[in-house]
């Protein structure tokens, strides 16, 4: 069986992992909903998450040795844990008020304010049909959100700073060095987000009861191996491909919430998440042609 999934194409290999990817960080959101609402604080989930996270690298370290660990970018890892707690925290916060669903639909807009970053941070020149595609992507979020109704849940803004966050998580990515490997990446960000989510988290401690302690541990394992799913996904396939089937998370939680939560979305969420996710879909396939023609050599 293994044999025959290493046969299959990259891009089919990233497919699978992406959607795998999907599943299990559909099922971590689904145990974060339920220790949240048990009232178990979200520095307390961060922590256990990064820390469990931490623990799984083990082997891998060990493997690797100390010089397989090596980095010149020390900053920014310690910016990138930040902003990737900052983002953990709204996240967890955000899944314990809202619906699956409508949390993830709205997590999707990490590519739009990528496109924001891009051209403030990056400099980058964005022309005409990106910055439509990104407007309507946000007024899918305004359709979703409903601001000055009386259907408006404040809470949702939790979702727009996680996706802000890991966009902003993902531009400074950018300006690390193939050296930085995924390895090294992994355990910085587990090593320095654990000391830094510890102070709050034991703060705020409240001692989990023995079925809070399994989902805990399910957290951090889910989180620990879809993320590792992720990056897999990404290095065996192209990203044009692979990408559009993290969209398959909306479904997952869909799926999830209805029979765990008995959560089912509204109409103005599915017209919402269409406008996010065809938005950031036309995005993600115009960079990808745009790259393309970039790094094709010029004709002779």
């Avoid at 891998?60 to 900053?75: A, D, E, Y």
């Amino acid at each position: 069986m293994r044999q025959g999934f290493l046969n299959l194409s990259g891009n089919a290999r990233g497919c699978i992992w992406m959607a795998l990817c999907g599943l299990g960080f559909s099922v971590m959101a689904a145990f974060v909903k339920l220790v949240g609402q048990a009232g178990i604080n979200t520095f307390e989930i961060t922590f256990f998450r990064c820390f469990i996270g931490f623990l799984m690298l083990v082997p891998f370290i060990v493997k690797t040795g100390p010089h397989g660990l090596h980095t010149q970018h020390l900053k920014a890892h310690v910016l990138r844990s930040g902003l990737g707690i900052v983002a953990m925290a709204c996240s967890y916060l955000g899944i314990a008020k809202l619906e699956l669903a409508i949390y993830t639909a709205l997590s999707f807009t990490k590519p739009l304010f990528a496109v924001l970053l891009a051209v403030i941070i990056l400099k980058e020149d964005v022309r005409w049909r990106r910055w439509a595609a990104t407007i309507v992507g946000f007024l899918g979020v305004l359709v979703m959100m409903q601001p000055g109704s009386g259907a408006f849940n404040p809470w949702a803004l939790l979702a727009l700073g996680d996706a802000m966050s890991i966009a902003l998580l993902i531009t400074i990515l950018k300006r690390l060095p193939a050296s930085e490997t995924p390895l090294i990446m992994l355990f910085y960000y587990g090593l320095i987000a654990t000391a830094m989510v510890a102070p709050p988290a034991i703060y705020y401690w409240q001692w989990p009861e023995p079925i809070e302690w399994l989902y805990l541990v399910i957290i951090g394992a889910t989180g620990a191996m879809s993320q590792y799913w992720w990056i897999l996904a990404f290095k065996a396939g192209e990203a044009s491909v692979v990408a559009p089937f993290d969209y398959l998370r909306l479904l997952f939680a869909g799926a999830v919430g209805f029979m765990i939560f008995a959560e089912l979305p509204d109409h103005w969420t599915l017209i919402g998440a269409g406008l996010i996710i065809g938005s950031t879909v036309y995005i993600a396939q115009r960079e990808a042609r745009l790259g393309r023609a970039a790094a094709k050599p010029p004709e002779s």
